[in-house]
């Protein structure tokens, strides 16, 4: 990254070569996160984390996945403590929505308000953008979706999508592997295959948290343990190929 000459003091601030030195430091803050995969499947969606817990934290607590509402669900990389309040209002966004129109929010509808909040902090002095990319996967009454919000105020929707440290190289992976009629179990696999490729103790599931919303109960649930392994020995022929 060029020297910012004092263009990176605030997050209004343009330098003479078109740039938001305060956004681009956030952006790289993701990159440096550990992964975090989101997959769409026509039987369902799959958010997945590589999480490396100490050795007398909870096993069953994750960190990096969060619920918004029965049916959405947000797997964060970068600094998670801006994650958490951003989902804080996710959730207060989605309540109301169901107050005001009786009905789900959409998905599209979270990312657009979770963008928009992420925009918010690049137009005002005094404070900084948040250092954040989410994954927001869920199902509403237009089907299976994902999108992907960063720190600029972006979001986009993926049917599969990596973000984090290595990234680049899991998503190669992802187009490789990915198929539009991948079953639920299979892009779980997928999701442990890929997180695999880049993690420093290839150990299985040991450092990975699942969650999952299937097109059938269209609920938010973490997959067990006992799951993860079971989807860890399908994952050797996805990194076999």
Do not use: C, W
Request: proline share 2%; charged share 20%.
């Amino acid at each position: 990254m060029m020297a910012s000459r004092g263009y990176d003091m605030t997050p209004t601030m343009y330098s003479p070569d078109g740039r938001i030195y305060q956004v681009e430091y956030a952006i790289e803050t993701v990159k440096r996160g550990t992964l975090a995969i989101g997959i769409a499947t026509k039987q369902g969606v799959i958010m997945a984390v590589e999480e490396k817990p100490r050795t007398l934290q909870t096993s069953n607590i994750t960190q990096k996945i969060f619920q918004v509402d029965y049916h959405i669900g947000v797997a964060a990389a970068g600094y998670i403590p801006d994650a958490r309040v951003q989902v804080d209002g996710a959730r207060f966004f989605s309540q109301g929505n169901r107050m005001t129109y009786d009905e789900s929010v959409e998905v599209a509808t979270v990312a657009k308000h979770l963008a928009d909040q992420a925009h918010q902090f690049t137009q005002y002095g005094g404070v900084r953008p948040n250092g954040v990319s989410m994954i927001i996967a869920g199902i509403d009454q237009k089907g299976e979706s994902i999108y992907v919000t960063d720190p600029s105020g972006t979001y986009v929707q993926f049917a599969a999508i990596a973000i984090g440290a290595g990234s680049d190289d899991v998503n190669a992976f992802l187009e490789k592997h990915y198929k539009d009629d991948l079953s639920l179990d299979d892009a779980a696999s997928l999701a442990i295959a890929a997180i695999n490729l880049k993690a420093e103790a290839k150990d299985g599931v040991n450092n990975i948290k699942m969650a999952k919303v299937t097109s059938e109960a269209k609920i938010f649930e973490k997959v067990s343990e006992s799951d993860l392994q079971n989807y860890s020995q399908n994952a050797s022929k996805f990194a076999a190929q």
